[in-house]
């Protein structure tokens, strides 16, 4: 039986299956190809995992957030192209949802006007930007909505 860590500042992943009810031999168990050597060392921040290894933690611990969390902060990729995705209520993120499509709808003939000659001018450019920052809250809404469809099937699964 493993011992419970009294570390204070847990990283994502010991707080992942630590949530999960899992020791660090038990996850090993379950994800077979992690030796618990190495999952202590991913959680104490001594290596960092690789993507195929979290894929493997979010699916033994349940948790959806796991990959979106490694991309957006510890894949050198991933940190330029990838926001940190917070999963809200399914209300919200509705709200945010709509609400991005609404913006955008109001702008398609802007977007339009600016790239029809396949050029964005400098007086087009920050008018350009303001498009491109609504198009990323569609996207972020999209990737919310998404998580938020994951950790509901994880639950699910957990419970039967």
């Not at 707080?15 to 077979?32: F, K, Q």
């Amino acid at each position: 039986m493993g011992r419970k860590s009294i570390k204070e500042n847990k990283n994502i992943y010991q707080l992942s299956r630590e949530s999960a009810g899992l020791t660090r031999e038990a996850a090993s168990e379950e994800m077979v190809y992690i030796s618990d050597d190495r999952i202590e060392k991913i959680e104490s921040e001594k290596v960092l995992p690789h993507p195929e290894e979290i894929l493997t933690m979010a699916e033994c611990y349940k948790n959806a957030t796991l990959c979106n969390y490694f991309c957006s902060n510890e894949c050198p990729i991933g940190r330029k192209y990838v926001p940190e995705i917070e999963i809200t209520n399914l209300h919200q993120i509705t709200l945010e949802v709509l609400n991005s499509l609404s913006v955008l709808d109001s702008e398609r003939n802007r977007l339009i006007e600016i790239t029809v000659d396949g050029i964005v001018s400098e007086d087009e450019q920050k008018d350009f930007d303001k498009l491109l920052n609504d198009l990323q809250q569609i996207s972020n809404a999209t990737t919310r909505l998404r998580l938020w469809l994951e950790s509901k099937r994880y639950e699910a699964d957990s419970e039967g």
